[in-house]
């Protein structure tokens, strides 16, 4: 496999503090070391761009700032494949997608894929909030969003029904929700108070509401399968379900859009609880990097 050389600019020092218990590093800067580490064993005709998009995006404004990105995206040879990991929720940005010619495979965490930014993000107005949400084109294939270390497993009882800990205003999905469930019985919304009680609380719930937020999936979604907890994915525009070809999500999680959110209560008395944390023990471990690794692999191969 050969490895692209990339500008130093593009591969910036930069230590993210989210999720609370991230060792800092995002999951570009993660996969470039397994990449280097087995480049000599992996076959593939593509090349591997090691760009840290996410820290590249946030050390310039949130991609308001990226002209040299820009500029050599358009330098590379348009005859040849390509391929990137990309954590940052709206993918890789490009100046004009009517003019681009590249043939880049997106291993997408944050399920944006190539996109232009002047049309894939949106301002919207709810419930007294003015936010930027990514509405833009996916990633060719879905990777889980996750950090080093994994989120802790604490063994607890499940004492919580379903439960929610998080900002509301990254997507009106998320009033939505708990306008609907908040008055529903044994349905629990947190105020966030640290990551201590957010791993307890997740630890500690049955079933974990995982909303998308500015971009299509969430960190929660994998936490909660770390910890064992149900999650219930709420989506709009576009599912972001990775190893969809290899695992069957409706066996140990629960999925609807956002206009369906009414039915959830009706919806999860149906679950059988026990085989869907079954399922969950016996597939939890695809959802970290060595196996996500491999699973890429797979995909280069093709």
């Given at each position: 496999m050969i490895i692209h050389n990339v500008p130093s600019e593009l591969q910036p020092t930069y230590r993210s503090s989210y999720p609370g218990y991230t060792s800092g590093s995002n999951m570009e800067e993660i996969y470039y070391e397994y990449f280097l580490k087995h480049k000599d064993t992996i076959t593939t005709?593509?090349?591997?761009?090691?760009?840290?998009?996410?820290?590249?995006?946030?050390?310039?404004?949130?991609?308001?700032?990226i002209e040299e990105s820009y500029q050599w995206l358009e330098s590379l040879d348009k005859?040849?494949?390509?391929?990137?990991?990309?954590?940052?929720?709206?993918?890789?940005?490009?100046?004009?997608?009517s003019e681009y010619g590249l043939d880049i495979m997106i291993?997408?965490?944050?399920?944006?894929?190539?996109?232009?930014?002047?049309?894939?993000?949106?301002?919207?107005?709810?419930?007294?909030?003015?936010?930027?949400?990514?509405?833009?084109?996916?990633?060719?294939?879905?990777?889980?969003?996750?950090?080093?270390?994994?989120?802790?497993?604490?063994?607890?009882?499940?004492?919580?029904?379903?439960?929610?800990?998080?900002?509301?205003?990254?997507?009106?999905?998320r009033y939505i929700m708990q306008d609907i469930l908040k008055n529903e019985p044994n349905y629990h919304f947190y105020q966030e108070k640290g990551f201590e009680?957010?791993?307890?609380?997740?630890?500690?719930?049955?079933?974990t509401l995982a909303p998308r937020g500015y971009g299509y999936t969430s960190f929660r979604i994998y936490e909660a399968i770390m910890a064992e907890s149900i999650p219930i994915?709420?989506?709009?525009?576009?599912?972001?379900l990775p190893f969809d070809d290899i695992l069957d999500w409706s066996s140990f999680s629960i999925i609807v859009h956002s206009s369906e959110i009414q039915t959830l209560p009706d919806l999860i008395k149906n679950v059988n609880i026990n085989e869907y944390v079954n399922t969950?023990?016996?597939?939890?471990?695809?959802?970290?990097?060595?196996?996500?690794?491999?699973?890429?692999?797979?995909?280069?191969?093709?």
């Amino acid at each position: 496999m050969i490895i692209h050389n990339v500008p130093s600019e593009l591969q910036p020092t930069y230590r993210s503090s989210y999720p609370g218990y991230t060792s800092g590093s995002n999951m570009e800067e993660i996969y470039y070391e397994y990449f280097l580490k087995h480049k000599d064993t992996i076959t593939t005709e593509r090349i591997y761009l090691p760009v840290f998009w996410t820290s590249y995006y946030v050390t310039h404004g949130y991609g308001e700032h990226i002209e040299e990105s820009y500029q050599w995206l358009e330098s590379l040879d348009k005859t040849k494949k390509y391929f990137t990991v990309v954590q940052y929720a709206a993918g890789i940005y490009v100046q004009k997608l009517s003019e681009y010619g590249l043939d880049i495979m997106i291993f997408s965490a944050g399920g944006g894929g190539i996109n232009e930014k002047k049309q894939c993000v949106r301002i919207e107005h709810y419930n007294g909030n003015t936010q930027h949400i990514f509405y833009g084109n996916k990633g060719d294939i879905d990777i889980p969003l996750m950090c080093n270390p994994p989120f802790p497993f604490t063994n607890t009882r499940k004492d919580i029904y379903c439960s929610f800990m998080g900002r509301l205003n990254t997507h009106k999905c998320r009033y939505i929700m708990q306008d609907i469930l908040k008055n529903e019985p044994n349905y629990h919304f947190y105020q966030e108070k640290g990551f201590e009680e957010y791993k307890q609380v997740l630890n500690r719930s049955i079933f974990t509401l995982a909303p998308r937020g500015y971009g299509y999936t969430s960190f929660r979604i994998y936490e909660a399968i770390m910890a064992e907890s149900i999650p219930i994915y709420i989506w709009e525009d576009k599912k972001i379900l990775p190893f969809d070809d290899i695992l069957d999500w409706s066996s140990f999680s629960i999925i609807v859009h956002s206009s369906e959110i009414q039915t959830l209560p009706d919806l999860i008395k149906n679950v059988n609880i026990n085989e869907y944390v079954n399922t969950l023990k016996k597939i939890k471990h695809i959802f970290h990097f060595d196996e996500t690794f491999k699973y890429m692999v797979t995909k280069l191969a093709i």
